[in-house]
C-alpha cells in the first residue's frame, strides 16, 4: 500500500524579491546632499564671515529653501499624477492651506509689536473687530498648529476626494473640477469678512518659538527642515510606490477597468493617495510661509497649481527623483528670468511645457536614462 505524499514535498511558491529602495549610487548621492544641506551650508553661511570668497549669502539660503517647498510639491504631484494617472490642476489650494495655517499662528506670535499694538491681528483692528473669529481658537498653540497643518488639508482632500472618485469622475473633468474648486477657496479668501486678511493675506512675521524669524539662524533651520522634509518624503515615497500599494496605484492609471476586474476597488487607493498628496502640499506651504514672509490668496490661484504640473512633467512622470530636479530646474529658470525678462516668463512656462509634452514626454529622468542607455551601448 503506498503513502500520500507529505505536505513537505509540495512544491512552494516564490515570491519575487522586492527591489532595493535605492541603489548604491542613489544612496551616495543622497548622503552627499544631506551632507551638503545640513552641513557644509550652515558653515558656509553661518561660520565664514560675510566679506570672505566662500560666504554663503542668506539670499540663496531662502531661496533654496522655497525650491526644497516646491520641489515637496512636485513630489505630490507626481504621486497622484505620475502613479496613479490623476491630473490635479488644484494642489496649490492644499499648498495655501497649509501656508494659511502657519500662517494664522505666526500673525498670533506679533502679540502686541504691530502697528495698533493690539493682540489682535492689524488686518482685525483695521476692520474694527473686536475677537478673534472662531477659526482662530487654536492658533496660538504651537503644537495644534502642526496638528492643523495636516489635518486641515487632509480633510479637505478626503471629502472632495471621496466624493470625486465615487462618482467615477476622471480624465479633464476631474482636471476642471479641481480647478474650479481651487478658485472658488481664492475668491472665498479674498473677502476680508472671511479672517483671513483678505487680499493683503498676513504678512509682517517677527517671531517663532519665541525667537525672531529673521535671523540667520533661523532661516538656515528653516532651509535645513524643508530640505530634511523633502529627503524623508522622497524615501517615504519611493518605498510605498515599490510596495503592493504602489503597483495597486500604476494598475490605476494604466487598467483601472480591469483593475476592477480583478476584484480589487480604485476608490480607497485613490483616496489614499489623494490624501497623502494633500498632506505633502500642506507640510510644503508651512514651510514655506516663514521662510517668504507672507501668504496671500494669490498662492490659490491657478497658475500655481498648473506649475506644479510643469515641475512633474519637465522631470519625469512616475520618477520621484525627476520631479525634484524639475522643481529646481523651472524655478532657478523663473528666478533668473523674471530679473532679466519678466514679461516674456510667462510665455517661456507655456512653451516648455508644449515642448516637453511633445519632444520629451519622459522628463529630464527620460533624457538621462537614454543618455545612459547609450552610453553601455557604445561600451
Known amino acids: 500500500m503506498t503513502s500520500s505524499p507529505s505536505a513537505s514535498t509540495s512544491p512552494t511558491l516564490l515570491l519575487p524579491t522586492p527591489p532595493a529602495l535605492l541603489s548604491r549610487g542613489g544612496w551616495i548621492g543622497l548622503a552627499l546632499a544631506v551632507l551638503l544641506a545640513c552641513l557644509v551650508m550652515p558653515l558656509l553661511n553661518l561660520a565664514v564671515p560675510p566679506e570672505h570668497p566662500l560666504h554663503l549669502d542668506g539670499y540663496w539660503v531662502s531661496l533654496l529653501g522655497k525650491f526644497c517647498c516646491y520641489a515637496l510639491c512636485a513630489l505630490a504631484m507626481d504621486l497622484i499624477w505620475g502613479f496613479t494617472g490623476i491630473l490635479s490642476l488644484g494642489h496649490g489650494l492644499y499648498f495655501a492651506l497649509g501656508g494659511y495655517v502657519m500662517g494664522m499662528h505666526l500673525m498670533r506670535q506679533i502679540g502686541t509689536d ?11 483692528v483695521f476692520l474694527d473687530w473686536k475677537t478673534l473669529p472662531w477659526h482662530w481658537t487654536l492658533s496660538d498653540s504651537f503644537t495644534a498648529t502642526l496638528l492643523l497643518v495636516l489635518l486641515v488639508p487632509g480633510t479637505v482632500a478626503f471629502v472632495f476626494g471621496f466624493f470625486a472618485f465615487r462618482s467615477r469622475i476622471q480624465g479633464v473633468y476631474f482636471s476642471i473640477i479641481t480647478q474650479a474648486m481651487t478658485y472658488a477657496a481664492m475668491l472665498l479668501f479674498f473677502r476680508n469678512e472671511t479672517g483671513f486678511g483678505g ?11 519665541g525667537l525672531s524669524i529673521t535671523t540667520p539662524g533661523m532661516r538656515m533651520t528653516l532651509f535645513v527642515l524643508s530640505a530634511l522634509c523633502l529627503v524623508a518624503a522622497f524615501l517615504g515615497l519611493r518605498w510605498l510606490t515599490r510596495a503592493k500599494f504602489g503597483r495597486v496605484l500604476s494598475a490605476v492609471r494604466d487598467a483601472e477597468s480591469r483593475l476592477m476586474f480583478c476584484g480589487y476597488s480604485p476608490l480607497p487607493y485613490k483616496l489614499a493617495a489623494w490624501v497623502l498628496s494633500a498632506l505633502l502640499c500642506g507640510v510644503a506651504g508651512a514651510l514655506y510661509v516663514p521662510q517668504v514672509g507672507i501668504i496671500n490668496p494669490s498662492e490659490m490661484s491657478v497658475a500655481n497649481s498648473i506649475e506644479i504640473a510643469v515641475w512633474a512633467a519637465v522631470g519625469g512622470r512616475g520618477t520621484l527623483a525627476g520631479p525634484i530636479a524639475g522643481a529646481f530646474a523651472v524655478n532657478g529658470a523663473k528666478s533668473w528670468l523674471t530679473q532679466v525678462a519678466p514679461e516674456f516668463w510667462l510665455y517661456v512656462l507655456g512653451a516648455l511645457f508644449v515642448a516637453v509634452t511633445l519632444f520629451m514626454p519622459d522628463g529630464i529622468a527620460g533624457l538621462v536614462k537614454r543618455l545612459r542607455r547609450s552610453r553601455k551601448e557604445a561600451a
Open 199 to 209: 487680499n493683503n493675506g498676513f504678512t509682517d512675521f517677527k517671531r517663532i518659538l
Open 114 to 124: 504691530g502697528q495698533y499694538r493690539s493682540e489682535l491681528p492689524d488686518f482685525m
